[in-house]
T-cell receptor, first 114, second 113 residues
Framework: GIQVEQSPPDLILQEGANSTLRCNFS?????LQWFHQNPWGQLINLFY???GTKQNGRLSATTVATERYSLLYISSSQTTDSGVYFC????????????????FGQGTILTVHP | EAGVVQSPRYKIIEKKQPVAFWCNPI?????LYWYLQNLGQGPELLIR????????DSQLPKDRFSAERLKGVDSTLKIQPAELGDSAVYLC???????????FGAGTRLSVL
């Protein structure tokens, strides 16, 4: 099956700093989502971005599908940004029909200090 | 609009006991997923439903796990009997259809003693 690797595994920042999280995947995808898992365990949708660039406030994401990677940018980080960030991808079958299943990376644990 | 609703949020049981988790997806979402998340790892798919049909249950341990989605809306995941290694968070997600964005519930944290 498809492999998903996230880096870095851990990231510690001071409030106000910027950061970039990376997600590499091993096959063509038709679904790529970035999630933030808060300390209570809730997975919060950040972006649905199988290709292209999107921005939402202080967060933005870029997926270069041909090179099989995606980047999540966090600017002016806040303590509430702390938690685990997951990249998850869905791959196509050989016939082009989506499996539907999301394969998750191991996550990046982000800690933002005041 | 309400998100994916799961209950209970927490469950503590003794090993060999049965347990059931319930999920109500977002209204209009045809596809429903159950994922398992172990500590320190990303979620892994257990089963996917398209309406009331289970179309991908290859990762579901069928000797002790069962699931159903009656009338293509709510779903129940059952474990019988539970083992110590089943302690984890069980997440339900839904999407309009396969390949579209998935939205997750808050999960059920299961502890088997």
């Amino acid at each position: 099956g498809i492999q998903v690797e996230q880096s870095p595994p851990d990231l510690i920042l001071q409030e106000g700093a910027n950061s970039t999280l990376r997600c590499n995947f091993s096959d063509s995808v038709n679904n790529l989502q970035w999630f933030h898992q808060n300390p209570w365990g809730q997975l919060i949708n950040l972006f649905y971005i199988p290709s292209g660039t999107k921005q939402n406030g202080r967060l933005s994401a870029t997926t270069v599908a041909t090179e099989r990677y995606s980047l999540l940018y966090i600017s002016s980080s806040q303590t509430t940004d702390s938690g685990v960030y997951f990249c998850a991808v869905g791959s196509r079958t050989a016939g082009g029909t989506s499996y539907g299943k999301l394969t998750f990376g191991q996550g990046t644990i982000l800690t933002v200090h005041p | 609009e309400a998100g994916v609703v799961q209950s209970p949020r927490y469950k503590i049981i003794e090993k060999k006991q049965p347990v059931a988790f319930w999920c109500n997806p977002i209204s209009g979402h045809n596809t429903l997923y159950w994922y398992l998340q172990n500590l320190g790892q990303g979620p892994e798919l257990l089963i996917r439903y398209e309406n009331e049909e289970a179309v991908d249950d290859s990762q579901l341990p069928k000797d002790r796990f069962s699931a159903e989605r009656l009338k293509g809306v709510d779903s129940t995941l059952k474990i019988q009997p539970a083992e110590l290694g089943d302690s984890a968070v069980y997440l339900c997600a839904s999407s309009l259809e396969a390949g579209t964005p998935q939205y997750f519930g808050a999960g059920t944290r299961l502890s088997v003693l």
